[in-house]
């Protein structure tokens, strides 16, 4: 009963949070809006005034100063440098910027300053020659694949391997899966537990259908940790239809959404989740592709 108590508690609390994120992804998108149609007309006014020949009005909040130029003559201050370059990227002008040339190119960027591979890459191994881990588990050796991965686990829990997975995951060691599809396979919450072994050493997953699978809001939250890891930060589709997760599963999802910026459609159909909430996660989403969203 205490228990019960607890768990009731805990929703509460994790309802109240993401009711709090969810203000402020709004509260900043509100004010990223508004901060842009103001430079907008600010630079509207620039232009007219240019056109004309007339010196543009000055703002009430940032009043211009007469600066003195070389030759003694005094003129108009212009906007500082960085308000200029957001404007001229954000209304992408023309002639305000020069290309890019072979000179000016900018340095390439090594994929240990990326953080993560931009292809798969063999289980990285100590010095002694073991597999490293990976969320507390161990990289498969590079002549073990994702199959037999999978395989080792289910026997391993004593359950029987999902036919969907069997067909999904490579049979070849060093190769890697980058979509997922278990649509009406009712993994179940013992079920999944193989398959987060695998999605711990995976790269480059794309797609995941979990759809219909009988997931709690418990499978959920350990999902979303291993997702906003390296192992989910190619994902742009994930879809937990059908599921009986709540509000508690619905913050680790936000969490998500803020940590993994290429997820950009979440599917929560049929949940428990009210439905307000499920379509501010799945506006938070579509808005991560825009790159316009602060940290959730």
Do not use: W
């Not at 959920?220 to 906003?228: E, F, K, S």
């Amino acid at each position: 009963m205490r228990r019960r108590e607890q768990l009731r508690a805990d929703d509460a609390l994790r309802e109240k949070e993401l009711q709090d994120r969810l203000d402020e992804l709004d509260r900043r998108r509100k004010a990223e809006h508004l901060r842009f149609a103001e430079e907008q007309r600010a630079l509207e006014m620039r232009l007219n005034a240019t056109t004309t020949g007339a010196s543009p009005p000055s703002r009430a909040t940032a009043p211009s100063q007469p600066v003195s130029s070389g030759d003694g003559l005094s003129e108009q201050t212009a906007p500082s440098a960085s308000a200029g370059s957001s404007l001229r990227k954000k209304l992408a002008l023309p002639g305000l910027e020069r290309p890019p040339s072979a000179s000016s190119a900018p340095p390439a960027i090594s994929n240990s300053a990326l953080g993560t591979p931009r292809r798969p890459l063999p289980a990285p191994t100590t010095s002694s020659g073991t597999p490293t881990t990976v969320g507390g588990t161990a990289n498969p050796p590079v002549d073990v694949s994702l199959l037999e991965l999978y395989k080792a686990e289910c026997h391993d829990l004593n359950i029987k391997p999902n036919s969907g997975l069997l067909k999904a995951l490579p049979k070849e060691p060093g190769r890697y899966v980058s979509s997922i599809n278990l649509d009406l396979n009712y993994i179940g919450i013992k079920g999944v537990l193989p398959l987060f072994s695998v999605l711990k050493v995976n790269r480059g997953l794309a797609l995941l259908n979990l759809k219909d699978n009988n997931l709690e809001n418990n499978e959920v939250r350990a999902l979303c940790t291993i997702l906003g890891e390296s192992p989910g930060s190619c994902l742009t589709y994930l879809d937990l239809s059908n599921n009986p997760i709540s509000l508690a599963g619905g913050s680790a999802v936000m969490e998500l959404v803020g940590k993994q910026r290429t997820l950009t459609t979440v599917v929560l159909r049929g949940t428990l989740i009210q439905p307000k909430v499920v379509e501010r996660i799945t506006e938070a989403a579509k808005g991560s592709s825009a790159g316009s969203l602060g940290t959730v």
